[in-house]
């Protein structure tokens, strides 16, 4: 697989526990403009602060674009018997050729504290087993995100270390812990 070559989705979504990882709808917006509402969110992706309607849907966009130009899975995290989104989940392929992908997670405030990001992570993850170029899943959690770093650990992944001024952030520099998880058997 080349991480430039449109990319299509599992023929059945992934799942864990009572979540399911499916292609955002349009009636994710309510979803992704309370997830908008958390500071922290626009600092690390592409939906902007606040987010208007029109913002949301044009969010909706990228994250089917990510399929055709190749870069990865985007997927609305929802709860499996309502199909309701209660945040996103993505598999990024930029290091696919040395058989690595990185992951990323959030879930709206509304629907935290309820163990739906790990659940949804331990899915994503799964699902990216069925890809036989990646051996590796990667997360970089910065080192106060302890909500974060606990949903990790809870879906599996091993901390790995510590890398210093890893990325920017909101104009910033940032440590950033790394996490690992690895396909069984390497």
Sequence with gaps: MSSAAPLELP??????????LRPYRTRDVPMLRDLATDPYVPLIGTLPARATEDEALAYIQRQHDRLLTGTGY???????????AVGG????????????????????????????GGRALIALTTFAWTLPEIHRVEL??????????RTALKAGYSREGLLRSHQEIGGTR?????????RAGD
């Design 174 to 182: 940032v440590d950033m812990e790394l996490f690992a998880a690895l």
């Design 140 to 149: 970089f959690i910065e080192p106060w995100n302890a909500a974060s770093i």
């Design 74 to 84: 985007s997927f609305a995290v929802t709860l499996e018997e309502s199909d309701e």
């Design 11 to 20: 023929d059945e979504a992934p799942t864990w526990d009572g979540v399911r």
């Design 89 to 116: 989940a993505g598999l990024w392929l930029g290091g696919v050729e040395h058989g690595r992908a990185s992951a990323g997670y959030s879930i709206a405030p509304q629907f935290r504290g309820h163990g739906l």
